[in-house]
């Protein structure tokens, strides 16, 4: 019995090593170059990047998942709904906030449901963008100063 135990112990060993032979890089070893590797990676600044988003988002209406109103947190987007009107310069009402998936901007964004009268819609909002004050209403609506 030990004389079959120590070859197929050799055997399980041995399985592995035989595995990696088999058209697979060994650890460490370089499978591109980092010329390569650059080539592959965004050579865009964050600058040049969110230039090209905001410029892709606005083929779509404000504040729709395409395009978000980009505000600086929870209090940002409450900021501007405290400002957002209905077209006849009536107080909004708000409603539920709910995730609303992936936006324009590549982050997980928030959608309010907003009445007026007896529409609802939804303003969908992305949340990271402390650096941006939104000045323009989503359309059908009006923003108080």
Known sequence: MRFLLIPLSALAISVPAVAQQQG?????ERTQSPEALFREMNTETPAEEMAR????AE????GTIENPVRVGGPEGERA???RVRCADGS???VGTRGE???GGFGSITNAYAVSCGGTTRRIVFDMYHEEHAESRPPAGFTLAQ
Do not use: K, W
């Open 100 to 102: 609303a998936g992936m």
């Open 53 to 56: 988003l905001v410029t892709a």
């Open 59 to 62: 083929a779509y209406p404000l």
């Open 24 to 28: 697979q890089p060994e650890l460490g």
């Open 91 to 93: 107080p909004i009402r």
């Open 80 to 82: 501007y709904l405290a």
